[in-house]
């Protein structure tokens, strides 16, 4: 019994944001990123991999597509007006560094910049979380099925799709 308890390990939870960063906040962020066949190079960073393999996190992240109202483009990750987030292709990469760098810097023809709009640590579990969407999220981290109006599986029963084309898993 005891092995038992001592084998069992919490996730962390941080329930404050980090202070923010001072820095040039007008300054216009410039990227060799574009879509392409070639996948862009992402340096792995403690803070995705923090943010990726955390339920609470990603759990965050689910809440904050829905009132960012991220599904009026993305439909619930199916894709609309705004590309599908389910599925395996990716052009601008889908490593969670990409994934945070497109919500933060925004890409042409329609995805808005969110830099200074959402606080960084947002900017993550919304990362995280469209990750786990096409089912690339630890399975127990990954968050549970809505109910109403979700177009596929349960993120925790999605299978981790490989990518296709473009550059390695990231929004679009």
Same mark, same amino acid.
């Given at each position: 019994m005891l092995l038992a308890i001592a084998g069992c390990e919490r996730e962390e939870r941080e329930f404050?944001?980090?202070p923010p960063q001072s820095g040039d906040a007008g &300054? &216009?962020?410039l990227s060799t990123l574009s879509p392409g066949s070639s996948a862009p190079q992402a340096t792995?960073?403690?803070t995705g991999r923090k943010y990726n393999q955390n339920a609470y996190h990603i759990s965050e992240g689910k809440r904050w597509f829905r009132w960012f109202n991220c599904n009026g483009c993305h439909a619930n990750g199916g894709g609309g007006s705004g590309p599908a987030l389910m599925d395996e292709k990716w052009i601008y990469g889908g490593s969670i560094e990409h994934i945070a760098a497109t919500i +933060?810097?925004?890409r042409p023809n329609g995805m808005p910049s969110f830099d200074g709009k959402i606080p960084e640590q947002q900017i993550w579990q919304l990362a995280a979380y469209v990750r786990?969407?096409?089912?690339?999220a630890p399975k127990p981290a990954r968050p549970s099925r809505n109910d109403a109006l979700n177009p596929g599986p349960a993120e925790q029963q +999605?299978?981790?799709l490989p990518t296709v084309g473009g550059a390695a898993q990231g929004p679009r």
């Open positions: 404050q944001s980090p &300054a &216009a962020v792995p960073s403690p +933060r810097q925004g786990s969407m096409s089912g690339n +999605r299978d981790p």
